[in-house]
């Protein structure tokens, strides 16, 4: 058989994954944060982009405009990308929200001006936080007290104490780098141990309490020999302790008692680095007619696509520079287009979680039901890798407090008769109570708790308790019971 070329004409399908399509996606994963500063980078790319104040109504040079990206776009825009963005539908009318005797969550403390009738702006002084840092303060002190190399070495050794106060380093290798006597840094060092807070610069828990102990001269040998045996203090073998510091119960107590007073972690005082604030992205609300559910466009900018520049620009324009114009203006449309159609998607996504887990809204934790993505995506008609990208990142802010999107998807624990199924949120919860309120001489097993939770038509196995227990950062029953002990 001879080899030979030839033509042949196929007809095929694919999935063509588009750097438009690729960026919506890239969006609908991004948390409002997140988002702004992409949008701030976009505004930077295209000239074309502009925003507008809060107060502004979008008709400026008769652009279009999206406001935090939370309203639809303008007619004007092409009719191509709405085709191609938004084939779910749906509208801001789908709330039935009366916002004339509704009022939704302030975005920005800048909402709250005029509101008091006083007259008075507000202070934003009293935002501020005024207490400086723990190496801030412990800097102040290194130039009260030390001077010359003794002052350099200080500095090195106070940039090496963690939030906590310990000094997270090794002296015979900091002394190697630093190319100064062992002997003072050790001199230095212990002059930092003298700083304030009480207890700062210690390089383990053992030295830190020690310090503390003996600014409160209470460093004798008992409490010394007490210190160097935390761990016997952490299991709670008292007899043991009172063998080895040669004491009785009452001085034994008392040594107790004094060393709960002592912190464990000094340089807490001044706050460390802070978790960084979390940002709602959704706002809901329980009205009149029922949930509203409202997007946070406090932290996005108020989009314009401005057509009069497009017009200004294109004039005269060589037919590269009008190629060019073209494509901003096509990439401009696009966003705006985008946008809306990503706060229309976490709308839908969010309704459809409210009202599956209405129960958890109106009464508490104990009524959150099972949920999965799959249970949304089918509600909405939509994929369920859609509804994930929707949760990811994303935070609700409700009567109740704020919680993740994804804190309402949990699995279910099914009921003795087999008839119905209550979350797993709903039975830590019920853990999480029973611990808490169980006393020091009756501390629960974790068979007796699954055992209270089977009568209480849950079913759960031992070691279900067990692992929930663990998450939730509980110890053991004989872990909890030396705690107890411990506490008095």
């Known amino acids: 058989m001879a080899l030979g070329p030839r033509l042949d004409l196929r007809q095929s399908q694919s999935l063509v994954m588009t750097p438009q399509l690729q960026q919506a996606i890239k969006l609908l994963a991004l948390s409002n944060l997140e988002l702004e500063a992409y949008l701030a980078e976009a505004l930077e790319g295209n000239p074309l982009l502009d925003t507008a104040s809060a107060d502004s109504d979008g008709s400026a040079g008769d652009p279009d405009s999206v406001p935090g990206g939370d309203a639809p776009a303008a007619e004007a825009a092409s009719?191509?990308?709405?085709?191609?963005?938004?084939?779910?539908?749906g509208t801001a009318n789908d709330l039935d929200v009366d916002l004339t005797a509704d009022s939704f969550h302030h975005d920005s403390a800048s909402d709250n001006i005029g509101l008091s009738?006083?007259?008075?702006?507000?202070?934003?002084?009293?935002?501020?936080?005024h207490d400086g840092t723990l190496h801030d303060h412990l800097l102040a002190q290194v130039g009260e007290r030390f001077s010359g190399i003794e002052a350099i070495v200080a500095g090195q050794l106070v940039a090496l104490i963690d939030e906590a106060g310990y000094l997270r380093a090794d002296l015979n290798e900091l002394a190697a780098q630093l190319g100064v006597p062992l002997a003072l840094?050790?001199?230095?060092?212990?002059?930092?141990?003298?700083?304030?807070?009480?207890?700062?610069?210690?390089?383990?828990?053992?030295?830190?309490?020690?310090?503390?102990?003996?600014?409160?001269?209470r460093y004798d040998p008992a409490m010394a020999t007490m210190i160097a045996h935390l761990?016997?203090?952490a299991k709670g073998a008292f007899p043991q302790l009172k063998r080895i510091c040669g004491v009785d119960d009452e001085d034994l107590a008392d040594m107790i008692r004094e060393l709960r007073g002592y912190d464990p972690k000094p340089g807490l005082k001044f706050g460390g680095d802070g978790a960084p604030a979390v940002v709602p992205d959704l706002y809901i609300r329980q009205t009149a007619k029922g949930w509203a559910v409202e997007i946070n466009s406090g932290t996005l900018p108020r989009l314009l696509v401005n057509r009069r520049y497009y017009t200004e620009l294109a004039q005269g324009a060589a037919a590269k520079s009008k190629a060019w114009l073209s494509e901003q203006l096509a990439g401009a449309n696009w966003?705006?287009?985008?946008?809306d159609q990503r706060q229309r998607t976490i709308v839908k996504v969010a309704s459809a979680i409210v009202k599956q887990q209405e129960g958890f809204f109106l009464h508490g934790v104990a009524h959150m039901r099972p949920l999965t993505l799959r249970q949304v995506a089918e509600?909405?008609?939509?994929?369920?890798s859609t509804v994930s990208r929707v949760t990811s990142n994303k935070y609700l802010s409700c009567a109740r407090g704020l919680f993740e999107l994804k804190y309402f998807f949990s699995s279910g624990i099914s009921a003795v008769e087999g008839e119905g199924a209550v979350s797993a949120e709903a039975v830590k919860s019920r853990i999480k109570a029973m611990i808490e309120a169980e006393?020091?001489?009756?501390?629960?097993?974790?068979?007796?708790?699954?055992?209270?939770l089977s009568a209480e038509g849950h079913?759960?196995?031992?070691?279900t308790v067990v692992k929930y227990r663990e998450a939730m950062g509980y110890g053991s029953s004989v872990q909890r019971r030396r705690q107890k002990a411990l506490a008095g």
Request: contains cysteine.
């Open 231 to 233: 761990e016997l203090v």
């Open 459 to 463: 079913d759960i196995a031992r070691r």
């Open 117 to 129: 009738g006083s007259g008075e702006d507000i202070d934003f002084d009293s935002f501020a936080d």
């Open 79 to 89: 009719l191509d990308a709405d085709q191609a963005l938004s084939a779910d539908g």
């Open 185 to 217: 840094l050790e001199d230095v060092l212990a002059g930092i141990q003298c700083f304030d807070p009480s207890g700062v610069g210690g390089r383990d828990l053992a030295e830190c309490i020690a310090i503390q102990a003996r600014e409160a001269d």
């Open 379 to 384: 509600e909405i008609g939509m994929h369920e």
């Open 439 to 452: 006393d020091g001489k009756a501390i629960l097993s974790d068979e007796t708790i699954a055992q209270k």
């Open 335 to 339: 966003l705006v287009r985008a946008l």
